[in-house]
């Protein structure tokens, strides 16, 4: 995913719905809550109407270019990523086909991206199976060091909720360290993966 790419699919998770989205397969009218598909051609993530979703459920459907993003995340627990050097205190990291691994760090501006060092990768990656099976480009292992309200988390989810993280900390930043309403909504979206996705994960 490169870095235009990626702030396109930010301002769009951002920006309020001032006309009806349309599905990227068939035109199509989409709702607020609706599938997305990553399209290996163009590079970027493609709203999908629940029938077009339909159709990519199976892997090879997309015939490698287009693929389903899960709807499925995962609290990882008893897991450090302390070799992973994460400079800021929240960060996601997206695996490409290739093998390689970005990490990506939201900021007010959008994300600077940067590739994670590959033995520093494979030394967390063995010691989570969850993070092993992470699925290239339509999921992403999100690291939350809990700043500054403490504690820490990390989350294996589908990168359409990075986006919207993303997005999310360019409305509600202020100033220089953010400004306390948008520690209380990243609070709050941690909050909200976790009424979604469940129970934490194990690492055994």
């Keep these: 995913m490169t870095a ?3 702030e ?3 301002r769009r998770a951002g920006q309020r719905a001032t006309s009806v989205e349309r599905c990227g397969m068939c035109s199509g009218a989409v709702g607020p809550e609706h599938r997305h598909v990553w399209d290996e051609q163009d590079g970027e993530l493609s709203c999908a109407c629940p029938p077009c979703s339909l159709l990519f459920e199976r892997e090879a459907a997309g015939g490698g270019r287009y693929q389903l993003v899960p709807t499925e995340g995962r609290r990882l627990a008893d897991l450090s990523a302390d070799e992973l050097g994460v ?4 960060a996601f990291f997206v695996k490409r086909r ?3 691994v970005l990490g990506h760090y939201p900021s007010p501006l959008g994300t600077t991206e940067a ?3 590959a033995d520093a990768w494979r030394a967390v990656e063995a ?3 969850a993070l092993a099976e992470l699925r290239p480009r339509v999921e ?3 690291v939350w060091r809990g700043i500054p309200r403490g504690g820490g988390q990390q989350w294996v989810v589908p990168v359409d909720d990075c ?5 999310l900390i360019r409305r509600h930043w202020t100033g220089m360290s953010g400004g306390s309403a948008v520690w209380r909504e990243i609070a709050r979206f941690f909050d909200d993966l976790g009424r979604r996705h469940g129970r934490p994960a194990g690492n055994d």
């Design 87 to 90: 400079p800021v205190g929240l």
């Design 163 to 167: 986006f919207r993280l993303v997005a």
């Design 127 to 129: 010691r989570s199976p």
């Design 115 to 117: 590739e994670v060092d």
């Design 98 to 100: 290739d093998g390689r």
């Design 4 to 6: 235009g790419a990626l």
């Design 140 to 142: 992403a292992f999100l």
């Design 8 to 10: 396109r699919a930010i």
